[in-house]
T-cell receptor
């Protein structure tokens, strides 16, 4: 049973426009959420995170929004650039999990067209 | 700069071979993880370790074992490689998380294993 769901396997956006990647979760005990970016043949790299006590976190062109009542988070990239083309993984950390185990979604492949 | 290094970028092994994937981190992290990534399935946790000689099964441990004899090194072992273990294998590490701290896991560059 998937606890972290990314229902869109792919997304295509024009350069300069906004990219919105969505993630839903089922476990209300998740207390920390992260987005990772992955290029082919490379390991994932951390992008941005948000604690469950916040509803928004911004870092440059990247903003993550958390809606706890809907168990939904989204990553906004504005403006989108061709270099943003990658697979984006949403991940969640369970509350009280001291081992730091992250639960990942299946990923969304973003293509930003020039 | 945190560094997680996997011993090989690409490996080709024969069915039935014993395969060792090595991972080393240089940040004195307590936690280390092995994931595999397959198209349409995302990152799935195979095993993780939160201390030397400690290990916990992840979501898909069948056909794998692990070894953590030193804090900085976490090995993934395929006892008898099979074609369905062809995948991208990713090692990660993270510090122990306290009640008020949250942090990300840092990943290695991945090992693309092909079993023929």
């Amino acid at each position: 049973d998937q606890q972290v769901k990314q229902n869109s396997p792919s997304l295509s956006v024009q350069e300069g426009r906004i990219s919105i990647l969505n993630c839903d979760y089922t476990n209300s005990m998740f207390d920390y959420f992260l987005w990772y970016k992955k290029y082919p043949a490379e390991g994932p790299t951390f992008l941005i995170s948000i604690s469950s006590i916040k509803d928004k976190n911004e870092d440059g062109r990247f903003t993550v929004f958390l809606n706890k009542s809907a168990k939904h988070l989204s990553l906004h990239i504005v403006p989108s650039q061709p270099g943003d083309s990658a697979v984006y993984f949403c991940a969640a950390h369970p509350y009280g999990g001291s081992q730091g185990n992250l639960i990942f979604g299946k990923g969304t492949k973003l293509s930003v067209k020039p | 700069d945190v560094k997680v290094t996997q011993s090989s970028r690409y490996l080709v092994k024969r069915t039935g071979e014993k395969v060792f994937l090595e991972c080393v981190q240089d940040m004195d992290h307590e936690n280390m993880f092995w994931y595999r990534q397959d198209p349409g399935l995302g990152l799935r946790l195979i095993y993780f370790s939160y201390d030397v000689k400690m290990k916990e099964k992840g979501d898909i441990p069948e056909g794998y074992s692990v070894s953590r004899e030193k804090k900085e090194r976490f090995s993934l072992i395929l006892e008898s490689a099979s074609t369905n273990q062809t995948s991208m294998y990713l090692c990660a590490s993270s510090p122990l998380i306290g009640s008020n701290l949250n942090t990300e896991a840092f990943f290695g560059q991945g090992t693309r294993l092909t079993v023929v």
